[in-house]
C-alpha cells in the first residue's frame, strides 16, 4: 500500500475505488498479474477517492504534486457514485489530465458512454471470465502508459 507523504519521484500510484470485495479482489489480482509496477491505493467509495484525490481527512499530509497515473474507477459507489467522482476530478486542475478508466457491469454500459462524453477516457466491461477481465486490465495499463490524454475509446468485453 501507500505511504502517502512518499516523494512525487518514486513508483507510480494506480488508485482503484471499487467497494465490492469481490470485485476488488479481482481486481488487484488481475493487475498484478499483469506485472503492475504501481503502488496501488484502494478507496472503497467515492469520498474516500476525493480525499485521497485532493489530500483532505487522512490523506491531508499526502503529496498532492503526486497523483495517481491511473484510475480504474467503478461506476456504483456509494457516497458519491463514479460519475460524479470522475466529474470532480475533471472540474480541478490538480486531477483534470489523470486517466480515469471505469469498471462497468454489463448494465452500466450506457452510463459510461455518457461518461465518455463527460471527460472519461475509457472503460471496460468487467467480464465473468477471469482471464478475459485479466486481458482487459492489461489493454488498460498499457493505454494509460501509452498516453496521459488519448483520445476517448471504449475497451469492451465482446
Known amino acids: 500500500m501507500l505511504n502517502p507523504a512518499r516523494p512525487a519521484t518514486s513508483v507510480p500510484t494506480m ?3 471499487e467497494d465490492n ?9 488481475a493487475v498484478q498479474e ?3 509496477n ?15 484525490l485532493f489530500c483532505q481527512g487522512p490523506y491531508r499530509d499526502r503529496n498532492p504534486a503526486h497523483q495517481p497515473e ?20 475533471r472540474e480541478d ?8 478508466v471505469m469498471l462497468t457491469s454489463g448494465n452500466e454500459q450506457s452510463d459510461a458512454v455518457q461518461a465518455l462524453q463527460g471527460g472519461l477516457n475509457s472503460f471496460a466491461c468487467k467480464p465473468l471470465d477471469y482471464r478475459e477481465f485479466k ?24
Open 135 to 158: 486481458d482487459k486490465l492489461r489493454q488498460v495499463r498499457e493505454y494509460a502508459r501509452s498516453t496521459r490524454l488519448a483520445p476517448f475509446s471504449a475497451i469492451q468485453h465482446t
Open 38 to 52: 504501481h503502488d496501488i491505493v484502494v478507496a472503497r467509495d467515492g469520498l474516500e477517492a476525493l480525499n485521497y
Open 93 to 100: 486542475p490538480r486531477t483534470f489530465s489523470v486517466p480515469v
Open 34 to 36: 499483469n506485472g503492475s
Open 70 to 89: 491511473l484510475v480504474l474507477l467503478d461506476l456504483g459507489l456509494p457516497k458519491i457514485n463514479g460519475l460524479e467522482l470522475m466529474q470532480r476530478m
Open 21 to 29: 470485495p469481490d470485485h476488488l479482489e479481482l481486481t488487484l489480482t
Open 15 to 17: 488508485l482503484v475505488v
